[in-house]
């Protein structure tokens, strides 16, 4: 005959092995939220099947303006970690999306806000923070990514940030971020080769978002589309631009994919110079469907302006 006692007893059992479950969290995949598609890539390389991850951003979407949609917000609200290049590049949208989500463990200072642009050395500091000169960022330029060298270092912070928010996993975090820093390495050195010929070459680019690229391989900018960063061009900011080219020419013209073609178009007609478009990040195209075919792609498609 079964006592009061004992069937009290087994629901409280019961009940505590629920709850002992529900808090165990290597049962189940981390959510992490990049805040751009280059950081979600370099995630799934680091951590697999241990996280379930997306990006806030898409390929072809200027990650300085983004609208804080309701899917947008759940998914940040039920993020375990989010990675995003900070350096204000996502001033704009992300400060209001963390407080709409309500997520405190993934607000700026926590472990589960991870900025990857802290741990890189940046271009483009202003002496001076003065607006009237278009959207300049105070930490320095934002873009990080375009040079691989950063990537490698950004990858060993992630490694063990993953770590710390996950530590029965912390093994196999280490294991991958090894692996990945072997196969990156090698690439790298694959890349610098191709892109030889690229040392020394004047281009013009969109925006001011191609210099770690051209600081990686080499190459210079003799001019901008537009003439402060973040203002479109205007037809008489063009016709300048293509006076200024007869005297100090220029290879190509540069943009990213997520960019209006047409003033690039217009300059490469006049100029009698190549349009070159890189997919900036990954998932622009086709050919750019992870971190090495970014930049497998950017290399070609950059060599390819010569011939």
């Given at each position: 005959?079964?006592?009061?006692?004992?069937?009290?007893?087994?629901?409280?059992?019961?009940?505590?092995?629920?709850?002992?479950?529900?808090?165990?969290?290597?049962q189940?995949?981390?959510?992490?939220?990049?805040c751009?598609?280059?950081?979600?890539?370099?995630?799934?390389?680091?951590?697999?099947?241990?996280?379930?991850?997306?990006?806030?951003?898409?390929?072809?979407?200027?990650p300085?303006?983004?609208?804080?949609?309701?899917?947008?917000?759940?998914?940040?609200?039920?993020a375990d970690?989010?990675?995003?290049?900070?350096?204000?590049?996502?001033?704009?949208?992300?400060?209001?999306?963390v407080?709409?989500s309500?997520?405190?463990?993934i607000?700026?200072?926590?472990?589960?806000?991870?900025?990857?642009?802290?741990?890189?050395?940046?271009?483009?500091?202003?002496?001076?923070?003065?607006?009237?000169?278009?959207?300049?960022?105070?930490?320095?330029n934002?873009?990080?990514?375009?040079?691989?060298?950063?990537?490698?270092?950004?990858?060993?912070?992630?490694?063990?940030?993953?770590?710390?928010?996950?530590?029965?996993?912390?093994?196999?975090y280490?294991?991958?971020?090894?692996?990945?820093a072997?196969?990156?390495?090698?690439?790298?050195?694959k890349?610098?080769?191709?892109a030889?010929?690229?040392?020394?070459?004047?281009?013009?680019?969109?925006?001011r978002?191609m210099?770690?690229?051209?600081?990686?391989?080499?190459?210079?900018?003799v001019?901008?589309?537009?003439?402060?960063p973040g203002?479109?061009?205007?037809?008489?900011?063009?016709?300048?631009?293509?006076?200024?080219?007869?005297?100090?020419?220029?290879?190509?013209?540069?943009?990213?994919?997520?960019?209006?073609?047409?003033?690039?178009n217009?300059?490469?007609?006049?100029a009698?110079?190549?349009a070159?478009?890189?997919?900036f990040?990954?998932?622009?195209?086709?050919e750019?469907?992870?971190?090495?075919?970014?930049?497998?792609?950017?290399?070609?498609?950059l060599?390819?302006?010569?011939?």
């Amino acid at each position: 005959m079964t006592s009061l006692f004992d069937t009290s007893f087994k629901t409280l059992l019961a009940g505590g092995v629920l709850a002992m479950a529900a808090a165990l969290p290597a049962q189940a995949a981390l959510n992490v939220l990049a805040c751009e598609p280059e950081w979600a890539a370099l995630t799934q390389e680091l951590a697999g099947d241990k996280v379930n991850v997306s990006s806030a951003t898409n390929a072809l979407q200027d990650p300085h303006r983004v609208e804080a949609r309701p899917g947008l917000i759940a998914r940040t609200r039920n993020a375990d970690l989010l990675v995003c290049t900070g350096l204000d590049l996502e001033a704009g949208w992300l400060p209001l999306l963390v407080q709409q989500s309500g997520n405190a463990k993934i607000a700026k200072g926590q472990p589960g806000f991870f900025e990857a642009g802290s741990f890189v050395p940046r271009l483009d500091v202003p002496a001076k923070l003065d607006r009237a000169e278009g959207d300049v960022h105070a930490y320095g330029n934002p873009h990080v990514h375009l040079n691989p060298h950063n990537i490698a270092l950004i990858s060993a912070q992630l490694a063990k940030r993953l770590a710390a928010i996950d530590p029965a996993n912390a093994a196999f975090y280490g294991q991958r971020q090894a692996d990945f820093a072997s196969r990156w390495s090698q690439a790298m050195r694959k890349w610098e080769t191709q892109a030889a010929p690229l040392r020394g070459v004047a281009i013009v680019e969109h925006h001011r978002n191609m210099e770690y690229l051209m600081g990686w391989l080499g190459m210079r900018q003799v001019g901008t589309l537009e003439p402060k960063p973040g203002v479109e061009p205007s037809a008489a900011q063009l016709g300048q631009l293509l006076s200024q080219l007869q005297q100090q020419p220029a290879r190509f013209v540069l943009r990213a994919a997520y960019q209006d073609e047409r003033a690039s178009n217009w300059l490469s007609q006049r100029a009698r110079i190549p349009a070159v478009v890189i997919p900036f990040t990954v998932g622009a195209d086709k050919e750019s469907g992870d971190l090495f075919a970014l930049f497998d792609t950017t290399v070609r498609r950059l060599t390819g302006a010569l011939k």
